[in-house]
């Protein structure tokens, strides 16, 4: 853990306490009442927004699933479906899946369609659709905010880079994930998927060059409101 995200931790820990503290010495009584009332109405909204996400989430694997063949490529396990095309994507919460379309095992070369099964599987493995439809939500709401954006979109960014970094000590080379990555159809990925493409190829032709890479430190922004809330309501109401 980087000292910067250390200190972003304790931040998340404390500062909703500190909070809580100040204003209740300041305004006497219950400081909690309107950061409740508004927290819940926000936390409420953004969990709808997550479902409906996930709901569609639910109808695209269903869709998928049409024709769609058990395989295992390069020990890792998938649904090959014809739906798909020339893409690969993961789908699901809990127990998410890995689609790749028929076309892709054919447009690809076996380094680049390793490549591409091991980042997807970094997303099976983390749970990176249910991360993305919470950060998705987040930007509807907030989004506004040019540095809330800014926050969001470099997190669900993060996702990716996280998934090629994986992808690469697990054997693939940066080249043939760029050139997969090129070949990809943007229309299924998530709401960052431009400005993460782009970030990613620099980011795969820097590694392939030898050059440093930063590793990604962002804290999870996808959860981070809501824990703020939780800590701030039960810091109050333990009487800190």
Excluded at 147 to 153: D, G
Excluded at 200 to 220: F, H, K, N, S, T
Aim: proline fraction near 5%; include cysteine; aromatic fraction near 4%.
């Amino acid at each position: 853990m980087t000292r910067r995200r250390a200190v972003g931790l304790l931040a998340v820990a404390v500062g909703p306490v500190g909070w809580c503290i100040a204003i209740g010495a300041i305004a006497g009584g219950d400081p909690m009442l309107a950061l409740e009332v508004g927290g819940l109405a926000l936390a409420t909204l953004w969990a709808a927004l997550v479902a409906r996400k996930l709901l569609a989430s639910r109808r695209l694997s269903l869709a998928l699933e049409i024709n769609a063949r058990e395989a295992s490529l390069f020990g890792v396990p998938l649904r090959i479906t014809p739906v798909l095309g020339t893409d690969a994507i993961v789908v699901g919460s809990i127990r998410p899946r890995i689609y790749v379309g028929s076309g892709l095992l054919t447009s690809l070369s076996n380094d680049e369609l390793r490549a591409v099964v091991l980042h997807e599987d970094h997303h099976r493995r983390t749970r990176a659709p249910i991360r993305a439809a919470a950060l998705g939500a987040w930007l509807r709401l907030l989004g506004r905010s040019e540095w809330v954006r800014a926050a969001l979109v470099g997190r669900l960014t993060d996702l990716e880079t996280l998934a090629d970094a994986d992808a690469i000590r697990r054997g693939s080379s940066p080249r043939a994930l760029a050139r997969a990555l090129l070949k990809g159809d943007p229309s299924l990925h998530a709401v960052s998927f431009a400005y993460a493409a782009e970030r990613r190829v620099e980011q795969l032709l820097d590694r392939a060059r030898g050059a440093p890479v930063a590793a990604a430190d962002r804290l999870p922004y996808e959860w981070l409101p809501v824990a703020l809330l939780v800590v701030a309501t039960v810091g109050c109401h333990a009487g800190l």
